[in-house]
């Protein structure tokens, strides 16, 4: 248990104004008329969710109509595009199964709204985590090597999801990444093409680069949270973006929502001018490590680090983890724990300048942020003085600071809003499809999941975050526009420009460091 005791989760806030045309997914503003609504297709009896998705007003009514009237047809149906769709649990008993209901939720996908955006840029990684199989595609050969370490698969066939479980994860890390996607289903339903994949929820990554080199080389594709240099694993959205039940941290939507708010709380200015960390240090020696800055009588390394207390945590029931009440310093740290760590969103999301320790993995949005724009590199191998120098850095550029801290906010805000990290998901499993070459087909015994069959056994936290997170209705327009694969030269300056303001911060913290000791 003790690995997982990362109750960093505690901070945060975050900022900026998203000018994004944004639709919240999840909320219940729509309620009014949406009752108005249904209602109205009550006495019309127009209500017919069928596969054609038509679920619009009848053309008869269209056909005497001026245009006027047309144009207030219009919003009727942008309206009953909205029409939400809850958790229909039709279980009377404990004997009776819940089923999947086939004519309750919309089976295709057909948006109003025909403009799309283009994605941000860290969807062009897509492309790199797919590349191992670009040339000849994934057999169900291929395919089955991912088998071993696997929790699950998933089959999607016709639009609808199956499930082949091989053991339980940690917590409901299964259970809440079967939820994304089923929700991803539903905000385009029928729009996702046939696939298979296998996917691992452990920490870290286990397809070894090193053992599939060469042209004949055939890594099998197997998912997962994180990734690092020597590893072909391909990363996903983790499940806490819908929620982690157990430890009382709620969806993403929720928390951009409380750290927008908390953000207002404290200026950043009269926040404390020092760093801040709260964790589980057992998990990794670099945490252990870390502990050595804490602020001392000696020695002030201008850091507040704490240590979670997972046993009272538990006892408490985490009441404590409210995130939108926990930016009151200007600096946080982050630092990874067995892998890439959960509370990397969270601390992002704060507009304090997040001070990141060099990583050695990586998820599926961090490759999209770049060092002194959206955070401040912190050497690995020489904690204490560089974070001191940072937070020095920072204290005496406050303006500068400050701004580091407010991109990453906004980036969290935007460019990993619930809309994105779905688009995100969409394109991934889209081109993931497009690389099978065969036809995936539904195993024999495999269980059909709609958020019904997920959700309706819950209670407590578990159904609560599953109906916070639950997508309502399809959206009114289709995902974002992927951008293109970076070619060779440009993605080689990507990484070339990452580096050097990295090195950039290492060649003016040495400055600093020689000129202090020439100093006294
Ligand atoms: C359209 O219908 C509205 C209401 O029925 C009416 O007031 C209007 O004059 C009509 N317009 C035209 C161009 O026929
Ligand atoms: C559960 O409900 C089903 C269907 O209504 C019924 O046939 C069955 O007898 C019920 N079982 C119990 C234990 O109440
Ligand atoms: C770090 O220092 C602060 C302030 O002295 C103290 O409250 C805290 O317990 C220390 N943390 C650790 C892990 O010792
Ligand atoms: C990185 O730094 C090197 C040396 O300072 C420089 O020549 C190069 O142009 C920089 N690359 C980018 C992409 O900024």
Wanted: proline share 5%.
């Amino acid at each position: 248990m003790n690995k997982y005791n990362e109750t960093y989760l505690k901070l945060i806030r975050g900022s900026s104004k998203s000018s994004h045309k944004k639709r919240s997914l999840f909320s219940k503003k729509a309620k009014v008329t949406t009752t108005v609504v249904s209602l109205f297709c009550l006495v019309a009896a127009f209500c017919y969710f069928a596969p054609s998705n038509n679920y619009i007003i009848s053309g008869d009514s269209i056909s005497n109509q001026n245009s006027s009237s047309i144009r207030t047809n219009k919003q009727q149906q942008q309206q009953q595009q909205q029409q939400e769709f809850p958790l229909r649990c039709t279980k009377r008993n404990k004997t009776e199964t819940q089923t999947c209901s086939r004519d309750y939720y919309p089976t295709k996908h057909n948006p109003t709204n025909q403009n799309s955006n283009v994605c941000p840029s860290y969807f062009r990684w897509i492309h790199e985590d797919l590349k191992p199989w670009r040339e000849h595609g994934i057999t169900k050969e291929m395919l089955e090597g991912a088998r071993s370490t696997a929790h699950f698969k998933i089959v999607i066939v016709d639009g609808k999801l199956y499930v082949e479980r091989y053991r339980k994860s940690f917590h409901t890390r299964d259970v809440f990444t079967l939820w994304s996607i089923v929700q991803l289903l539903r905000l385009y339903p029928g729009k996702l093409p046939d696939l298979e994949l296998f996917f691992d929820c452990e920490d870290r990554p286990v397809i070894r680069l090193d053992k599939f080199q060469g042209p004949n080389a055939s890594p099998p594709p197997l998912f997962g949270y994180c990734s690092d240099q020597s590893s072909l694993d391909i990363v996903f959205p983790d499940w806490s973006f819908w929620g982690w039940a157990e430890i009382n941290i709620k969806p993403w939507n929720g928390i951009l929502k409380d750290i927008k708010e908390g953000i207002e709380k404290t200026k950043w200015k009269d926040r404390v001018p020092y760093a801040y960390w709260k964790g589980n240090p057992t998990v990794a020696a670099t945490r252990k490590d870390l502990l050595k800055c804490n602020v001392t009588s000696e020695n002030d390394w201008k850091n507040h680090l704490y240590i979670q207390n997972w046993k009272k945590e538990t006892h408490d029931g985490y009441k404590e983890s409210n995130l939108g009440n926990q930016c009151t310093h200007r600096y946080k740290i982050y630092i990874e724990g067995i892998s890439w760590s959960v509370s990397e969103k969270y601390i992002l999301a704060c507009d304090s300048m997040t001070l990141y320790v060099r990583p050695n993995y990586y998820d599926f949005f961090i490759r999209g942020m770049v060092p002194l724009q959206h955070y401040w590199p912190i050497r690995d191998d020489s904690k204490c003085t560089s974070l001191k120098f940072a937070v020095e850095w920072g204290n005496n550029h406050v303006d500068k600071a400050h701004a580091i801290g407010e991109a990453a906010s906004k980036f969290m805000q935007e460019d990993l809003d619930m809309n994105n990290i779905y688009d995100y998901m969409f394109h991934l499993l889209n081109g993931y499809a497009k690389l099978l070459r065969f036809k995936p087909t539904i195993p024999l015994g495999a269980e059909e999941l709609c958020s019904e069959t997920m959700a309706c056994d819950y209670k407590g936290t578990h159904r609560k975050f599953m109906e916070e997170s639950m997508v309502m209705f399809p959206r009114d327009s289709n995902p974002c526009i992927i951008p293109p694969p970076y070619d060779s030269l440009t993605l080689q300056e990507v990484l070339e420009r990452k580096a050097n303001s990295t090195r950039q911060v290492e060649v003016w913290e040495d400055e600093y460091l020689l000129h202090k000791k020439n100093g006294q």
